[in-house]
């Protein structure tokens, strides 16, 4: 793996072609939020279609957790919507069989001239594609289990959300003055907005 990626470096805003045929950057695809980004070796391999059940099991709690989920393959158009099908995945899957990534990161997993994939990496980034963590899954051991991502997120989360503890008393200073730029979900809505949703909810008792 290059030498700059590593927590706290920033990951490259690669542009690749989805599972639909549509480019994406990854930072388009993060947005604001935590990104857990495979770089997978492909449908051929088992390990990988392992990991991907267990990920799968997972993506409901990270997609209430405002976190976000991207799969980087060197499979073609074709076999990628295969593999995304088969482990039961709702993420996005990039196609990159030309391995624009793989050679740009110097992951080429030479062991395997036959499919000559990636190196399988787990990587855990913050907004603006900040690393986090980085885990090898050469060995499946190396992959990051569920918990792991949990606590890697959890890290993550708490540091780029300033509402992480609500009873820290400048939150509810900054609330009670309307102040709602520390608070997720509120801070991209006007004052009058919240408060009438705020309103709609207690009527109906939610």
Request: aromatic fraction near 10%; include cysteine.
């Amino acid at each position: 793996m290059r030498c700059d990626i590593t927590p706290g470096g920033v990951f490259p805003d690669y542009a690749l072609p989805d599972h639909t045929g549509s480019v994406h950057t990854l930072g388009e695809l993060q947005g604001r939020d935590p990104l857990v980004l495979m770089l997978s070796r492909g449908h051929f391999c088992p390990a990988e279609h392992q990991h991907h059940r267990d990920l799968a099991a997972f993506q409901c709690k990270v997609a209430v957790a405002h976190t976000r989920m991207v799969t980087i393959s060197t499979d073609d158009h074709h076999t990628l919507n295969e593999f995304r099908t088969s482990v039961g995945a709702y993420w996005t899957f990039l196609s990159d069989p030309e391995r624009i990534v793989q050679k740009d990161l110097a992951i080429q997993e030479y062991t395997d001239p036959v499919h000559d994939p990636m190196i399988p990496h787990t990587l855990v980034l913050k907004p603006r594609l900040v690393i986090h963590s980085v885990y090898n899954g050469y060995w499946f051991w190396g992959r990051p289990t569920v918990d792991d991502l949990w606590l890697d997120l959890r890290a993550a989360t708490r540091e780029i959300r300033p509402d992480w503890d609500l009873s820290a008393p400048e939150l509810r200073e900054a609330w009670a003055a309307g102040d709602w730029t520390l608070f997720y979900g509120y801070d991209r809505r006007s004052l009058g907005a919240a408060t009438e949703g705020r309103s709609r909810e207690a009527a109906d008792g939610s």
